[in-house]
């Protein structure tokens, strides 16, 4: 049984909370800003700006009984900001690599970006490849099964997504926080921040129980 169940934002939410940073890293125009604003915002710009930098933005989901409250790294995909790319994924516990199904190139520089974080970032970091814009079947140049394939052999999360439909979006969240280490009661981990004594949120259509902070 899954360990995400969206749960009424009422008095007998979740009692606490964990902080996870999370990156997105991908080629420019693959839609890792709209990714982050369908999952923030619910919404969707069809002249997306492309990032200078980075963007921070945060969301809080529910997994059990827990509070994920997750910041989001959207950094810039152009090539001159590549090496501001470990200031944001240093210290991160997650992260979301993405290409475009449309874009061969982009499946080759996702697989280079997956290659980095597992050489340099947190050896326990949970990645999930995004194969975005799968609205656009149609033009597809990669096909599921080779980014499904190549996902398993690399210990990854795999999902197409649509940030034009929101397909899988929520999805491909909620995942990764479920795979996020949560801290019991009886075996405090460090590995995300516990703030103690906090309370549920209002309800929020990326999540169960989130709206962004
Ligand atoms: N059809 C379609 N278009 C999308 C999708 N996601 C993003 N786009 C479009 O692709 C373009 C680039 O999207 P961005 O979100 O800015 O891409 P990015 O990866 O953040 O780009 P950088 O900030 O330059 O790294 C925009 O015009 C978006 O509207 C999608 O799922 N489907
Ligand atoms: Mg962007």
Redo the contacts with the bound molecule.
């Keep these: 049984m899954s360990r995400a169940q969206p749960r009424p934002a009422n008095g007998a939410g979740p009692n606490r909370t964990c902080q996870f940073k999370m990156v997105l890293l ?1 080629e ?7 990714l982050v604003l369908r999952f923030v915002k619910g919404q969707f ?7 200078i930098g980075a963007a921070f933005l945060t969301q809080t989901v529910c997994v059990d009984d827990t509070t994920v409250k997750l910041e989001l790294w ?1 950094t ?3 090539e001159r900001y590549h090496s501001l790319a470990p200031m944001y994924y240093r210290g991160a516990q997650a992260a979301i690599v ?1 290409y475009d199904i449309t874009n061969p190139d982009t499946f080759s520089r996702a697989k280079v970006w997956v290659k980095e974080l597992q050489r340099q970032a947190a050896p326990e970091i949970v990645i999930a490849l995004a194969g ?2 799968a ?2 079947s149609q033009k597809r140049q990669i096909e599921v099964q080779d980014a499904q394939t190549y996902a398993e052999e690399n210990g990854l999360i795999f999902m197409e997504t ?3 439909t929101a397909m899988n979006v929520n999805d491909i969240f909620m995942a990764i926080a479920k795979k996020l280490p949560r801290p019991t009661d009886r075996n405090d981990s460090n590995k995300g921040i516990v703030i103690p004594g906090s309370t549920n949120t209002a309800s929020g259509s990326g999540s169960c129980c989130g709206n962004s902070k």
């Design positions: 991908g420019s125009a693959v839609g890792k800003s709209s710009h069809e002249y997306q700006e492309s990032t959207d810039a995909g152009q993405v975005n814009k609205d656009l649509s940030a034009k």
